[in-house]
């Protein structure tokens, strides 16, 4: 897995002298990441792999922003996170609950995690971009505030509504099948 110290030095060496080969890393290391993130919230592979590529050609701008202080990996995924909800919103492609498949959707892929996307894909984008970043990606509460600009307190409250929410969508899976 990558350091932030090292995606904190290709994003420094990106933003002193543009330098492609920093950028390709950059790419390489976080693109699993990045469609993880666009994929939570947009729910559609072809509108995930556009905000991939968007998401890098943003970054070549938004690095002269950048300020070095070990928090690359957030910065990065606030980008993505930013162009999937606007691409989203931009091309309507948000699915009513309904439309999800009713059996988890397993992305062997994404760092070794299993991803179950079906229950995870039924709560509110605020309650599902919380989860998403906290439990797929590791992201500490504090981080999640500062990529989503929301209050620390406003994500935990967030967290804890779609725990609630899962379960119930959890058990009432569980009352289907008997």
Known sequence: MMTEERLDLLLKRLQQNGEK????????????????????????????EDVVTET?????????KYVPR??????????ARNTALEMTRKQKREQAA??????????????GKITCLSLVGRLKLTEREVIILHYYHD????????????????????????????????????????
């Not at 070990?70 to 980008?79: M, S």
């Not at 309904?98 to 760092?111: C, G, K, T």
């Not at 620390?152 to 119930?168: D, M, N, P």
């Open 139 to 178: 992201l500490t509460f504090a981080e999640i505030a500062r990529i989503t600009g929301r209050a620390e307190g406003t994500v935990k409250y967030r967290h804890t509504s779609a725990l609630k929410r899962l379960k119930e969508l959890y058990e009432q899976k569980g009352e289907r099948r008997q």
């Open 21 to 48: 080969a920093a950028l390709e890393e950059v790419y390489h290391l976080m693109r699993k990441e990045v469609y993880a993130v666009a994929y939570g919230i947009s729910r559609h592979k072809e509108t995930a």
């Open 56 to 64: 890098f050609l943003r970054l070549i701008p938004a690095v002269k």
């Open 98 to 111: 309904e439309n999800l498949p009713e059996e988890a959707v397993f992305d062997p892929d994404a760092e």
């Open 70 to 79: 070990g928090l690359a990996r957030a910065f990065v995924l606030k980008i």
